[in-house]
């Protein structure tokens, strides 16, 4: 199993970015798929989770209503796009798979674990 988080870089406050959830070995619409991110000096902390079907989403209280969890079963990625980026939003953003998705979810919640990919958002 191998899951590759892609689409980080380096943007100005209030931009926005897609980031990418390829996996290989694993068929991601029978799991539920988790964003989280740490920043440097701290712990990981959840972002969104989406649910197997797709009909159930859940946001941090960090990104909520700034970004958008979505899942292309055809193309085996779910995404995370992150608009009004803010400073605080640096961080290395990973993607995880089956675990639980809803208030609070843990890292130590989920299995499977990509390799992640930096955001940072200059001021």
């Known amino acids: 199993v191998q899951l590759q988080a892609s689409g980080g870089g380096l943007v100005q406050t209030g931009g926005s970015l897609r980031l990418s959830c390829a996996a290989s070995?694993?068929?991601?619409?029978?799991?539920?798929i988790g964003w989280f991110r740490q920043a440097p000096g701290k712990e990981r902390d959840g972002v969104s989770c989406?649910?197997?079907?797709?009909?159930?989403?859940y946001y941090g209280n960090a990104v909520k209503g700034r970004s958008t969890i979505s899942r292309d079963d055809y193309k085996n990625t779910v995404y995370l796009q992150m608009n009004s980026l803010k400073p605080e939003d640096t961080a290395v953003y990973f993607c995880?798979?089956?675990?639980?998705?809803?208030?609070?979810?843990?890292?130590?919640?989920?299995?499977?674990w990509g390799r992640g990919t930096l955001v940072t958002v200059s001021s």
């Open positions: 995880a798979v089956n675990g639980r998705c809803g208030s609070h979810f843990q890292p130590s919640e989920y299995d499977y």
């Open positions: 989406i649910s197997h079907s797709g009909m159930s989403t």
């Open positions: 070995g694993l068929t991601l619409d029978y799991y539920t």
